[in-house]
């Protein structure tokens, strides 16, 4: 089980740290990943992590702004987003998955619920 927290409403330009625990299995060698959907959107990946060796992935939106990382001691994932634009609306989403392409849907078989991320002009 996945669950997330952190999502609200900020301002163009401010930060939101979003967390994931993670629950009924353990982090070690995952692919770990966010996802965002915005209204009338497909689902879009943001940021993706191997827990193996600790690569990032990013997609060109938020390069530079956000940053995915892991606890393995606390089986928690986090995305700390800053320079937030409204652009960044959306319910964000966590997943984890055994492999394959990392902003890949399929790749994932364990979601959250997701959390609302709205970001005021």
């Known amino acids: 089980q996945l669950v997330e927290s952190g999502g609200g409403l900020v301002q163009t330009g401010g930060s939101l740290r979003l967390a994931c625990v993670v629950s009924g299995f353990t982090l070690d060698d995952y692919a770990i990943g966010w996802f965002r959907q915005a209204p009338g959107k497909e689902r879009e990946g943001v940021a993706c992590m191997s827990t193996t060796d600790g690569n990032t992935f990013y997609d060109d939106s938020v390069k530079g702004r956000f940053t995915i990382s892991s606890d393995n001691a606390k089986n928690t994932i986090y995305l700390q987003m800053n320079g937030l634009k409204p652009e960044d609306t959306a319910l964000y989403y966590c997943?984890?998955?055994?492999?394959?392409?990392?902003?890949?849907?399929?790749?994932?078989?364990?979601w959250g619920q997701g959390t609302q991320v709205t970001v005021s002009s």
């Open positions: 997943a984890a998955g055994l492999g394959g392409s990392y902003f890949l849907l399929t790749s994932y078989d364990s």
